[in-house]
T-cell receptor
Framework: NAGVTQTPKFRILKIGQSMTLQCTQD?????MYWYRQDPGMGLKLIYY???????DKGEVPNGYNVSRSTTEDFPLRLELAAPSQTSVYFC???????????????FGPGTRLTVL | QKEVEQNSGPLSVPEGAIASLNCTYS??????FFWYRQYSGKSPELIMS????GDKEDGRFTAQLNKASQYVSLLIRDSQPSDSATYLC??????????FGTGTRLTVIP
């Protein structure tokens, strides 16, 4: 099991450019999440998905879009990059929600994005 | 707004000592509680989960939960330099996402 994988590891964008951050998990988890982490801060939820074809907004969704066409993949799209989107982006997955081990979230290695 | 509060530190302890990390949360309906360890430049790694009041031990780690006080803590016994990291407290209120604290930076001094 590779777990949760993310590409790219690093990226520099110019203001107004677009890009897609890729996330794949091979654990057959139903739930997937995108977080951003700014320096010295905790993680903020951007979007999440409870299964293929179903996505919903988290705490900080503005400027981002997602899709979930398969159980394995959950890409995050930035349409018009802004300096405020400079951050480290983490993808995570869990089997389900509710009390118990099945709701533990496992994280990918992250993508460090800089917008200049 | 559901809040999770942690002392940002840094917390410094000598090698072999007990490190105590604390977290409070605002949502009384919270059901699941997690401690993640994050090394600099790396992703969060789950080290403990706790769901009911009391203590839960796993090796050198003990998580403590007090729902009445809305308080969860992590004790690290026999602290090692390799324990030096930022520890994130995360709380799930039964919905589909976790709320994270800003983390406590722990340094274990050899």
């Amino acid at each position: 099991n590779a777990g949760v994988t993310q590409t790219p590891k690093f990226r520099i964008l110019k203001i107004g450019q677009s890009m897609t951050l890729q996330c794949t998990q091979d654990m057959n988890h139903n739930y997937m999440y995108w977080y951003r982490q700014d320096p010295g801060m905790g993680l903020k939820l951007i979007y999440y998905s409870v299964g293929a074809g179903i996505t919903d907004k988290g705490e900080v969704p503005n400027g981002y879009n997602v899709s979930r066409s398969t159980t394995e993949d959950f890409p995050l799209r930035l349409e018009l990059a802004a300096p405020s989107q400079t951050s480290v982006y983490f993808c995570a997955s869990s089997l389900s929600v509710g009390i118990g081990a099945s709701n533990e979230q496992f994280f990918g290695p992250g993508t460090r994005l800089t917008v200049l | 707004q559901k809040e999770v509060e942690q002392n940002s530190g840094p917390l410094s302890v000598p090698e072999g000592a007990i490190a105590s990390l604390n977290c409070t949360y605002s949502d009384r309906g919270s059901q699941s509680f997690f401690w993640y360890r994050q090394y600099s430049g790396k992703s969060p790694e789950l080290i403990m989960s706790i769901y009911s009041n009391g203590d839960k031990e796993d090796g050198r780690f003990t998580a403590q939960l007090n729902k009445a006080s809305q308080y969860v803590s992590l004790l690290i016994r026999d602290s090692q330099p390799s324990d030096s990291a930022t520890y994130l407290c995360a709380v799930n209120s039964g919905a589909n996402n976790l709320f994270f604290g800003t983390g406590t930076r722990l340094t274990v001094i050899p």
